[in-house]
């Protein structure tokens, strides 16, 4: 099943001078992939990031998750449709200091329903466990090492079991042993819940994790084998 479908996407920001990002652009990611988006600094890989992601849209072109054509979709069904569909990983955690680490997990449920039950608290604890952190229910982000607080945030994109996990930079601040533990984790949860996860990425290490390997070039993408980048 196609879980990501993008064709002839557009995209340019206008600062001083236009600035073209895509022309032409081209993606299939399939369910239950782990494909990585690789390229040099400024190549659009966060930009392409934010349009699956349905937090920027392109100029033109169409845009196709879970089959649906989010290109005619108003910002309240996008907003809707994305909490319900994607889970967001980023380089830093984004973890609010006030709130524990089940609190933090617990964010995403409680923006879907307003209210978090005593079944919902026992699933947030349950994934806690399930990312190796159960000793750590009551920390606060502070109290966490880096690697710690990126199974959190990991966590707490999970927490709704999105059919699709986007995760930009996602071991950018972590030393080598947390970003294999980080790439572990996110196979772990492609195995179990049958998760699509794109990756974006530079760093050429994590590439052996990927099923498929994009390269942004020339504005546009370029399939390339994992062990090249």
């Known amino acids: 099943?196609?879980?990501?479908?993008?064709?002839?996407?557009?995209?340019?920001?206008?600062?001083?001078?236009?600035?073209?990002v895509?022309?032409?652009?081209?993606?299939?990611?399939?369910?239950?992939?782990?494909v990585g988006i690789t390229g040099p600094s400024g190549s659009g890989?966060?930009?392409?990031?934010?349009?699956?992601?349905?937090?920027?849209?392109?100029d033109r072109g169409q845009v196709y998750v879970l089959g649906r054509d989010t290109m005619?979709?108003?910002?309240?069904?996008?907003?809707?449709?994305?909490?319900?569909n994607i889970g967001f990983v980023f380089q830093y955690h984004y973890l609010i200091p006030e709130l524990t680490a089940l609190e933090n997990i617990c964010i995403p449920i409680l923006i879907a329903k307003k209210n978090a039950s005593r079944e919902d608290e026992k699933k947030c604890l349950?994934?806690?466990e399930y990312v190796g952190l159960s000793e750590k229910v009551s920390s606060l982000p502070?109290?966490?090492?880096?690697?710690?607080?990126?199974?959190?945030?990991?966590?707490?994109?999970?927490?709704?079991?999105?059919a699709i996990i986007l995760a930009d930079e996602p071991t950018g601040s972590l030393d080598r042993?947390?970003?294999?533990?980080?790439?572990?984790?996110?196979?772990?949860?492609?195995?179990?819940?049958?998760?699509?996860i794109l990756i974006a990425t530079h760093d050429m290490s994590l590439l052996k994790y990927m099923d498929?390997?994009?390269?942004?070039?020339?504005?546009?993408l370029v399939e390339v084998n994992p062990s090249e980048g």
């Open 142 to 162: 502070s109290e966490l090492s880096g690697g710690e607080r990126q199974r959190v945030a990991v966590a707490r994109a999970i927490i709704n079991e999105p």
């Open 22 to 34: 895509f022309e032409g652009l081209n993606m299939s990611v399939l369910e239950g992939e782990i």
């Open 45 to 58: 890989k966060t930009t392409l990031m934010n349009i699956v992601g349905l937090v920027d849209r392109p």
């Open 126 to 128: 349950q994934v806690l």
């Open 177 to 196: 042993e947390n970003k294999m533990k980080i790439m572990e984790l996110f196979t772990s949860i492609r195995n179990r819940y049958r998760t699509t």
């Open 1 to 20: 099943m196609e879980v990501i479908h993008l064709k002839d996407i557009h995209k340019s920001y206008t600062d001083a001078d236009e600035v073209r």
């Open 72 to 84: 005619s979709m108003s910002e309240k069904e996008l907003s809707a449709f994305r909490n319900e």
């Open 212 to 220: 498929r390997v994009y390269r942004i070039e020339n504005r546009r």
